[in-house]
T-cell receptor, first 115, second 114 residues
């Protein structure tokens, strides 16, 4: 049972344009969401997070949007740069008594930013 | 400020053997979680250690065990290795065991089972 899904395995974007990566989840108990970026031969690097009490969080070129009713979150990168080319994972953490820091990851989306 | 460090970076074992992977958390972090990442998949949660105790466990058999030391570093042990245990093993650290803090990952240990 895949509780966090990234339905697009890959995305290709021109340098300077917007990259939009999407993620859907099924468990309404998730209340903290994160995006990670992963280069080959490196561990995932934390990018940005959002709590379920918010619908938007921004950090520089990165913005995460959360739509709780649709159980959907997205990561916007503006403007995209070639160095952003990597695999992007969304992850979710459950709330309440289950809030022990267990992260549930999607399968990842490979972003390619073309110069 | 040192980040999360893992050792070794690569390891080759044969079926039936045992392996120990090591992790030092980021400075200031006291909680360590372990994940297994198969090729083309997202990381899968194995277990989390806080205050030297296993706090939560994912869907992994008892062949997977761990330990946390008083300096917050951690070990992951896998017994009776199977071919299917071949994967990238990631350690992540955070401040506190709650799920409302970002976890920071090391570069992983690539385990190959022959």
């Amino acid at each position: 049972d895949q509780q966090v899904k990234q339905n697009s395995p890959s995305l290709s974007v021109q340098e300077g344009r917007i990259s939009i990566l999407n993620c859907d989840y099924t468990n309404s108990m998730f209340d903290y969401f994160l995006w990670y970026k992963k280069y080959p031969a490196e561990g995932p690097t934390f990018l940005i997070s959002i709590s379920s009490i918010k619908d938007k969080n921004e950090d520089g070129r990165f913005t995460v949007f959360l739509n709780k009713s649709a159980k959907h979150l997205s990561l916007h990168i503006v403007p995209s740069q070639p160095g952003d080319s990597a695999v992007y994972f969304c992850a979710a953490s459950p709330a309440g008594s289950s809030n022990t820091g267990k992260l549930i990851f999607g399968q990842g989306t490979t972003l390619q930013v073309k110069p | 400020d040192a980040g999360v460090t893992q050792s070794p970076t690569h390891l080759i074992k044969t079926r039936g053997q045992q392996v120990t992977l090591r992790c030092s958390p980021k400075s200031g972090h006291d909680t360590v979680s372990w994940y297994q990442q198969a090729l083309g998949q997202g990381p899968q949660f194995i277990f989390q250690y806080y205050e030297e105790e296993e706090r939560q466990r994912g869907n992994f058999p008892d062949r997977f065990s761990g330990h946390q030391f008083p300096n917050y570093s951690s070990e992951l042990n896998v017994n009776a290795l199977l071919l299917g245990d071949s994967a990238l093993y990631l350690c992540a650290s955070s401040f506190g065991p709650r799920g409302n803090q970002p976890q920071h990952f090391g570069d992983g240990t690539r385990l190959s089972i022959l």
